[in-house]
């Protein structure tokens, strides 16, 4: 079981959580909210979670294929719904841009792969509501 741990940081809302390893993540909210840019905010580590997830897979996919990744670089953009609360993520834009010896069927394929088998998170937002799509840059085309 995953175990993590949360303290307050100051007194208003920044959090330092770790987990089981050790590894410290820095949260606060918006500065409109009384935040103070000590962390991301949480729903940004939505985000942050996604595109690490489906990095992983990806390259990891890409090495398997003997595929040369000199270069690699993700952008995701999330739109959220306005006026509800909660607000979910309802529209997410991963921009893969990769590098090197690598066919654009093997990033494809790898990166379809990630997003509808073996990402949890991609999984768990999409069990929200959320659309997600990508985007690839190949070489920089």
């Not at 741990?5 to 606060?28: C, P, Q």
């Not at 654009?104 to 990402?119: H, N, P, T």
């Not at 937002?125 to 959320?130: F, H, N, S, T, V």
Request: charged share 30%; hydrophobic share 40%; with cysteine.
């Amino acid at each position: 079981m995953t175990r993590i741990e949360l303290i307050r940081a100051n007194k208003h809302y920044a959090f330092d959580s770790t987990d089981e390893n050790g590894v410290i993540t820095r949260m606060d909210t918006k500065p409109e909210m009384g935040g103070e840019g000590y962390g991301a905010r949480p729903m940004q580590l939505l985000l942050n979670a996604l595109v690490g997830c489906a990095s992983i897979d990806v390259l990891s996919i890409l090495e398997k294929k003997r595929q040369q990744v000199s270069d690699y670089k993700v952008v995701v953009n999330g739109e959220r719904e306005a006026g509800k609360e909660p607000s979910l993520w309802r529209e997410i834009l991963l921009t893969f841009m990769i590098s090197g010896d690598v066919t654009e069927d093997s990033a494809r394929r790898a990166i379809d792969l990630s997003l509808d088998k073996y990402c949890s998170v991609a999984a768990t937002l999409r069990a929200a509501g959320a659309s997600i799509k990508y985007e690839l840059i190949l070489n920089g085309k």
